[in-house]
């Protein structure tokens, strides 16, 4: 039994047909399987590996070398906020502070809501727009605290299945 | 898209202000294609000419000539070639290829299928960071409509020319834009970097001969082949031909992205672009391209123009493009260790030399920076640092290095004033910050 949509596991087939060797595939294929699941799961290192005639224990060599890629559940929203020089000199430790007490958990870690995980990142390629803080894939940019504050709102409200104009 | 600035030389960015050119209806109605068109009726080696006679030095960091690498593919090859396209963009200060990215993806595949004809390759891969999720999504979306028109694929637009191109993503690895390591990332595996020689061009990807080009290179291309390498070459002093792109970032009133010919001058990126410094600040620090380069005291880097050769005679590199301006306000070990805990995170573990020197400066810095640094240890600092230069299989350890060691150079009574038992002067946050608990 594939873990995996029928949609995905077409996707797959296709990713295979686009390199000299199938197991170029594996990259993306894990990073599209997490995006599905929400975290790389058993059966989904099982099945990825089947997939490419590989052992477990070589996928799973792959998984720890990503930073993105995760063996474990994160929140609904994965809040990343870049740290690095050119958000360092712009606020990113206060954005990081700010959601520290907010969402009362630490790096890498998960609120008991299951709603938000938060993670201090490097380098998203915001640096020119200063400091940013990345939810799941969409990018925030040039933000203050206040800033901060109204998109983790418009999330937590997301998550509590209200209508929300921002 | 952006509005262009008064100072800019729009070359790379002359679509960023048209709103449909990253369609194929609205690249085609700005030139597009036209270069491939030319290129295809050029031989091979009239295209690597025209590249060389452009000066054109690789926009991703290294800045080695474009023509030359080009020039070393072998002509004839058991094994098949490819043209690579890293948008892997992870520079510390650098976001350029980003807005390329969104705004002209066309202008890419356009480079890279110039490229294919001029090394006889006939097949690419674009291998994008996985943070760039919208940017894969738009590169697929570009490709299926140059696919369905014939600009990719089988005999495209009847010239007899194949070329199969297609988008890879990443998943979050520094090390990954580093040449070799994104090809072992391109075949599935972790992103190690190889022992070069041999360099891409003889083998690379799947030990085929491999051109890899970062993409503001590949994007410098097109406008090339249709004005002429003399045309591109005259924006810039002598061997550092063209216009690039500057990501301005740090304690200026504006940040932004602006192409401007190379050996513009920094204080005027900084005055004019950027809005003068943030709150009327004194200069103290630039990091001149991206986070690898060694920084540059703010009086030096006042009088500099933006070339390779300008740079590199100050001690330090034009590099990604990303300049960091650091104000008289800033905390340089704060600075220092968090460059430091960037390269000990990414650092991949594969030489000892960096895996460990990263370690123990990331170690010693904070210590410095939480009050409690001894005085040994500068020179020690500057001892590891030294001993991590060139004795890796990349550059990262370099990287890691270089920074590190122009801050103990230009700052170091910063240092004895971080001794055990006295607080940071600048207030900085005490923390090491959670960054490295992977």
Redesign the interface.
Same mark, same amino acid.
């Given at each position: 039994m594939s873990p995996f949509s029928p949609q995905l596991e077409a996707r797959f087939r296709e990713l295979m047909q686009?390199y000299?060797?199938r197991?170029?595939?594996?990259?993306?294929m894990? $990073?599209y399987a997490q995006d599905e699941l929400g975290w790389l799961t058993p059966a989904a290192v099982q099945r990825i590996a089947e997939l490419?005639a590989e052992t477990e224990l070589a996928v799973r060599?792959?998984i720890?070398?990503?930073?993105?890629?995760r063996t474990e559940p994160t929140g609904k929203y994965h809040v990343q906020v870049c740290?690095?020089?050119?958000c $360092?000199? %712009?606020g990113g430790?206060e954005l990081? !502070?700010h959601c520290e007490r907010r969402l009362g958990v630490?790096?890498?870690q998960t609120a008991a809501d299951g709603v938000f995980s938060l993670e #201090?990142?490097? &380098?998203?390629? !915001? &640096?020119?727009?200063?400091p940013a803080v990345?939810v799941n894939?969409d990018?925030h940019q #040039?933000l203050t605290v206040e800033q901060l504050d109204k998109i983790l709102d418009a999330y937590a409200a997301r998550a509590r299945g209200e209508r929300t104009d921002s | 898209m952006t509005t262009p600035h008064p100072l800019e030389t729009r070359v790379v960015s002359r679509r960023f202000d048209q709103p449909d050119a990253h369609t194929l209806a609205g690249y085609l109605a700005s030139d597009g294609f036209r270069a491939l068109e030319k290129a295809l009726a050029m031989a091979p080696d009239k295209v690597i000419e025209e590249v060389k006679a452009s000066g054109l030095r690789g926009r991703g960091g290294a800045g080695f000539p474009t023509g030359l690498k080009w020039s070393f593919v072998p002509k004839q090859s058991p094994r098949?070639k490819y043209v690579l396209c890293n948008a892997d963009?992870?520079?510390?200060?650098?976001?350029k290829? %980003?807005l390329i990215l969104e705004y002209d993806p066309f202008a890419i595949i356009e480079g890279m299928l110039i490229c294919g004809h001029a090394i006889g390759a006939h %097949?690419g891969y674009i291998y994008i960071?996985?943070?760039?999720?919208?940017l894969l999504d738009r590169m697929e979306q570009a490709l299926a409509e140059a696919r369905a028109a014939g600009y990719v694929g089988k005999n495209i637009r009847g010239s007899g020319f194949d070329f199969e191109l297609?988008a890879?993503?990443? !998943?979050?690895?520094?090390e990954c834009g580093e040449e070799s390591a994104l090809m072992e990332?391109?075949?599935?595996?972790?992103?190690i970097p190889r022992l070069k020689p041999p360099f891409p061009a003889v083998s690379g990807f799947?030990g085929g001969p491999t051109v890899i080009n970062n993409v503001e290179t590949l994007a410098s291309i097109p406008p090339i082949l249709l004005n002429g390498g003399a045309w591109f070459a005259a924006f810039g002093p002598p061997k550092n031909g063209g216009t690039r792109l500057f &990501?301005?970032?740090?304690?200026v009133e504006r940040?932004?992205?602006w192409e401007l010919p190379l050996g513009f001058p920094l204080r005027k990126l900084i005055e004019d672009l950027g809005g003068g410094m943030r709150n009327g600040a004194k200069l103290k620090a630039v990091?001149p391209g991206g986070?690898s380069t060694p920084l540059l005291p703010g009086n030096v880097a006042w009088d500099l123009n933006l070339d390779f050769d300008s740079v590199a005679k100050v001690g330090s590199f034009l590099g990604s493009g990303?300049v960091?301006?650091?104000d008289e306000n800033?905390c340089m070990v %704060?600075?220092a260790l968090?460059?430091m805990q960037?390269y000990r995170?990414?650092s &991949?573990g594969w030489c000892v030399p960096c895996r460990e020197g990263t370690q123990w400066l990331q170690t010693s810095l904070t210590r410095f920076h939480n009050g409690g640094g001894r005085a040994a240890d500068v020179d020690l600092m500057k001892e590891v640092s030294e001993n991590i230069l060139g004795r890796t299989f990349c550059a990262l350890g370099d990287a890691a290095a270089m920074p590190t060691l122009s801050i103990l150079q230009h700052w170091r009574q910063e240092f004895l004033d971080h001794l055990a038992g006295k607080p940071c002067p600048f207030g900085a946050?005490t923390t090491a910050? !959670?960054?490295g608990?992977?």
């Amino acid at each position: 039994m594939s873990p995996f949509s029928p949609q995905l596991e077409a996707r797959f087939r296709e990713l295979m047909q686009r390199y000299p060797a199938r197991r170029s595939a594996l990259v993306p294929m894990l $990073l599209y399987a997490q995006d599905e699941l929400g975290w790389l799961t058993p059966a989904a290192v099982q099945r990825i590996a089947e997939l490419l005639a590989e052992t477990e224990l070589a996928v799973r060599e792959v998984i720890g070398y990503y930073s993105m890629l995760r063996t474990e559940p994160t929140g609904k929203y994965h809040v990343q906020v870049c740290t690095n020089i050119s958000c $360092l000199l %712009r606020g990113g430790d206060e954005l990081y !502070a700010h959601c520290e007490r907010r969402l009362g958990v630490g790096h890498k870690q998960t609120a008991a809501d299951g709603v938000f995980s938060l993670e #201090e990142v490097e &380098c998203i390629g !915001a &640096c020119s727009w200063a400091p940013a803080v990345q939810v799941n894939y969409d990018f925030h940019q #040039e933000l203050t605290v206040e800033q901060l504050d109204k998109i983790l709102d418009a999330y937590a409200a997301r998550a509590r299945g209200e209508r929300t104009d921002s | 898209m952006t509005t262009p600035h008064p100072l800019e030389t729009r070359v790379v960015s002359r679509r960023f202000d048209q709103p449909d050119a990253h369609t194929l209806a609205g690249y085609l109605a700005s030139d597009g294609f036209r270069a491939l068109e030319k290129a295809l009726a050029m031989a091979p080696d009239k295209v690597i000419e025209e590249v060389k006679a452009s000066g054109l030095r690789g926009r991703g960091g290294a800045g080695f000539p474009t023509g030359l690498k080009w020039s070393f593919v072998p002509k004839q090859s058991p094994r098949e070639k490819y043209v690579l396209c890293n948008a892997d963009e992870s520079e510390p200060g650098t976001c350029k290829d %980003r807005l390329i990215l969104e705004y002209d993806p066309f202008a890419i595949i356009e480079g890279m299928l110039i490229c294919g004809h001029a090394i006889g390759a006939h %097949r690419g891969y674009i291998y994008i960071r996985g943070e760039y999720r919208y940017l894969l999504d738009r590169m697929e979306q570009a490709l299926a409509e140059a696919r369905a028109a014939g600009y990719v694929g089988k005999n495209i637009r009847g010239s007899g020319f194949d070329f199969e191109l297609h988008a890879h993503t990443g !998943a979050g690895a520094y090390e990954c834009g580093e040449e070799s390591a994104l090809m072992e990332s391109l075949e599935g595996k972790r992103g190690i970097p190889r022992l070069k020689p041999p360099f891409p061009a003889v083998s690379g990807f799947m030990g085929g001969p491999t051109v890899i080009n970062n993409v503001e290179t590949l994007a410098s291309i097109p406008p090339i082949l249709l004005n002429g390498g003399a045309w591109f070459a005259a924006f810039g002093p002598p061997k550092n031909g063209g216009t690039r792109l500057f &990501c301005l970032s740090g304690h200026v009133e504006r940040q932004g992205v602006w192409e401007l010919p190379l050996g513009f001058p920094l204080r005027k990126l900084i005055e004019d672009l950027g809005g003068g410094m943030r709150n009327g600040a004194k200069l103290k620090a630039v990091v001149p391209g991206g986070s690898s380069t060694p920084l540059l005291p703010g009086n030096v880097a006042w009088d500099l123009n933006l070339d390779f050769d300008s740079v590199a005679k100050v001690g330090s590199f034009l590099g990604s493009g990303g300049v960091v301006v650091v104000d008289e306000n800033t905390c340089m070990v %704060r600075f220092a260790l968090r460059i430091m805990q960037f390269y000990r995170h990414e650092s &991949c573990g594969w030489c000892v030399p960096c895996r460990e020197g990263t370690q123990w400066l990331q170690t010693s810095l904070t210590r410095f920076h939480n009050g409690g640094g001894r005085a040994a240890d500068v020179d020690l600092m500057k001892e590891v640092s030294e001993n991590i230069l060139g004795r890796t299989f990349c550059a990262l350890g370099d990287a890691a290095a270089m920074p590190t060691l122009s801050i103990l150079q230009h700052w170091r009574q910063e240092f004895l004033d971080h001794l055990a038992g006295k607080p940071c002067p600048f207030g900085a946050r005490t923390t090491a910050g !959670a960054v490295g608990a992977h």
